[in-house]
């Protein structure tokens, strides 16, 4: 069963830091492109951070590039999003996403709801 299970959202202070997990399972993790996106109330989906490979150069949105920062472990297939300096914009519903196979399958994660908020 392809799926990916997210955990680690919460409430935070302005300043503050969390970090996001994403488990996956069902799929060749190794060989698949790997990203964390969010959703803010009334606001369309938007791509946050995502990595190809394991070593490979990540890619992030210019509201996150030197906060935010993904990593991805092959072996225990999981995604990681660490979360530095976070601002009331943040605030948002992240998703875990993964293009899986040969045709590039997209699969999302069920969401994380990160609270930024004094």
């Known amino acids: 069963q392809v799926q990916l299970v997210e955990s680690g959202g919460g409430l935070v202070q302005p300043g503050g830091s969390l970090r996001l997990s994403c488990a996956a399972s069902?799929?060749?993790?190794?060989?698949?492109?790997m990203s964390w996106y969010r959703q803010a109330p009334g606001k369309e989906r938007e791509l946050v951070a995502g990595?190809?490979?394991?070593?490979?150069?990540?890619n992030y949105a210019d509201s996150v590039k030197g906060r935010f920062t993904i990593s991805r472990d092959d072996g225990k297939n999981m995604v990681y999003l660490q979360m530095n300096s976070l601002k009331p914009e943040d605030t948002a519903v992240y998703y875990c996403h993964a293009e899986i196979g040969v045709f590039r399958r997209s699969i999302w994660g069920q969401g994380t709801q990160v609270t930024v908020s004094s």
């Open positions: 990595i190809i490979r394991a070593g490979g150069n990540p």
């Open positions: 069902g799929f060749s993790f190794s060989t698949s492109a």
